[in-house]
């Protein structure tokens, strides 16, 4: 839906400026993936300062976590965070409770679809798979919208028979044994991140939400037959995602609450240092792996308390201490979030191939790789911010 500033409309909706300068740093980092860093690292094997950039600019190969692995779960999280303003904005303008839950249903959808549709591009028909970011939030989200209704105590409940609920379902599910065909399901036998013992339920591609994809996804046209998939990301994750949400949810109705800001503060310190610490150990333990591309429980709990510690800091800066101008670029585009994540991923190669031609393959040629192609492909990033700044000055917004 596309919304436009006019006279006589209704107020403008409250927002978290706060909530709005972390979206917009978390979609500006997403973004910055058409920068290739870790290719430009490549060519600073030995440079300790390219190899920590290569490593928080890309996802770790199974367990543990770099910044890179922490977007989705700010964005998600962040999706629970705005939900009780979303609603208050939208009753303040008058919709009934039949409107808000058509809303949320059609947010639901719609988010899938556009996962799939972006998932799907430079493809000869359309790719069914659920995994991304978009399709994992739409998947959750009517359950969170529920959720949304319910006391915190409900929502604490929820959230914790989701987590065990999950983790049991590995736990019981096989482990691959001793002659397990780990190519059959496109890991190489000797791949050095395979897990061990216990931990091993919750191996690449050979666990219990690895066999539901065989099943489900196969339930969809395909140009040939769901084996795995090749990074083992799963559609059951949008499970333990709803968790995060719910995380977010609690995150946000404290922020709405009436208790002062100095309590929201600690609240949100001390909830996100209890989620490092029990995600942590649970982790250690072996009791359950920390793998962000299965969201295991262990993981929801460390990842979210991460991000419980950055809305932390944004809330102390700005809503708190009042630095709010500072912000303007990052709020500009966490208030066209869906816009950026489209041009992301739609509009990269375009833009920077743009600039090559329309400047001249010469100016950057001239550059020393691997600068060379940087600087198109950064000029391209510039440019997608701009057009977000650009729409929030004349109230353009897409929103879902």
């Not at 090749?230 to 709405?256: Q, R």
């Amino acid at each position: 839906m596309l919304g436009m500033g006019a006279t006589n409309s209704p107020p403008a909706p409250v927002r978290l400026a706060s909530l709005d300068a972390f979206r917009g740093l978390t979609m500006l980092y997403m973004a910055s993936e058409i920068w290739r860093l870790s290719a430009i690292a490549r060519s600073f094997p030995e440079n300790a300062f390219w190899q920590f950039i290569a490593f928080n600019t890309d996802h770790v190969q199974w367990t543990g976590g770099s910044a890179w692995d922490l977007i989705q779960p700010a964005f998600t999280f962040m999706v629970g965070v705005a939900l009780p303003w979303s609603v208050a904005n939208r009753r303040a303008r008058g919709q009934g409770l039949r409107n808000l839950w058509l809303h949320a249903l059609w947010r639901s959808v719609a988010l899938v679809a556009l996962g799939v549709f972006l998932r799907s591009t430079s493809r000869p028909t359309t790719y069914f798979t659920f995994e991304d970011v978009l399709s994992q939030i739409g998947l959750g989200y009517l359950f969170l919208f529920l959720l949304a209704w319910q006391s915190k105590r409900v929502q604490i409940v929820a959230v914790t028979l989701i987590l065990i609920g999950y983790w049991a379902a590995f736990a019981l599910y096989p482990a691959p044994g001793p002659g397990f065909d780990f190519a059959s399901v496109g890991v190489r036998a000797e791949w050095p991140h395979h897990l061990q013992g216990f931990a091993s339920h919750w191996d690449k591609n050979s666990n219990f939400a690895a066999a539901f994809d065989q099943w489900f996804l196969n339930l969809f046209p395909r140009e040939k037959p769901f084996v795995y998939n090749g990074g083992g990301y799963l559609t059951l994750s949008f499970v333990p995602s709803l968790a995060t949400m719910i995380f977010g949810l609690l995150a946000g109705g404290l922020l709405k609450s009436e208790k002062s800001t100095r309590d929201k503060l600690r609240w949100l310190i001390g909830a996100g240092l209890a989620g490092i610490v029990i995600g942590w150990l649970f982790g250690v333990t072996g009791i359950c792996p920390v793998v962000k591309r299965i969201w295991t429980p262990s993981w929801t709990l460390l990842s979210a308390g991460w991000v419980c510690l950055l809305l932390a800091a944004f809330y102390w800066v700005i809503d708190i201490r009042g630095k709010v101008s500072w912000s303007y670029g990052l709020r500009a585009v966490g208030m066209n979030s869906i816009a950026m994540y489209c041009m992301a991923h739609l509009w990269d190669r375009f833009l920077s191939q743009s600039f090559k031609i329309h400047f001249g393959w010469n100016i950057f040629s001239r550059l020393a790789p691997p600068w060379s192609n940087f600087v198109a492909l950064f000029l391209a990033w510039c440019v997608m911010w701009w057009i977000c700044v650009w729409m929030d000055r004349k109230r353009l917004y897409i929103r879902i």
